[in-house]
């Protein structure tokens, strides 16, 4: 807890875009699995997306076509781009890493989908 920070939420529209960040320790960066959660009210912590260090990539398919997952090992950062939002993507997202089965959180940032 603590070394993983996220930003970017927010109130958006249905249909807008919105970008998350997660910066990450480089020590950890450089070797974890790093991935998106999240967590609607009332519903478990699903997978949104994930992506290991080599770029191969995987997304709920709630959301593929939607969102892009990418990382910037210059910033230590990982993105969560998330286009053509709906009422349904609103939630609590946390950031995830892995490094050798240990997974670390974000403190969660919340977006909203609402006209």
């Known amino acids: 807890q603590g070394q993983l920070v996220e930003s970017g939420g927010g109130l958006v529209q249905p249909g807008g875009s919105l970008r998350l960040s997660c910066a990450a320790p480089?020590?950890?960066?450089?070797?974890?699995?790093m991935g998106w959660f999240r967590q609607a009210p009332g519903k478990q912590r699903e997978l949104v997306a994930r992506?290991?260090?080599?770029?191969?990539?995987v997304y709920v398919d709630s959301v593929k076509g939607r969102f892009t997952i990418s990382r910037d090992s210059a910033k230590n950062t990982v993105y969560l781009q998330m286009n053509s939002l709906k009422s349904e993507d609103t939630a609590v997202y946390y950031c995830?890493?892995?490094?050798?089965?240990?997974?670390?959180w974000g403190q969660g940032t919340q977006v909203t989908v609402s006209s």
């Open positions: 480089g020590s950890i960066f450089r070797i974890a699995v």
């Open positions: 992506i290991w260090t080599g770029g191969r990539t």
């Open positions: 995830n890493s892995v490094v050798n089965d240990i997974n670390s």
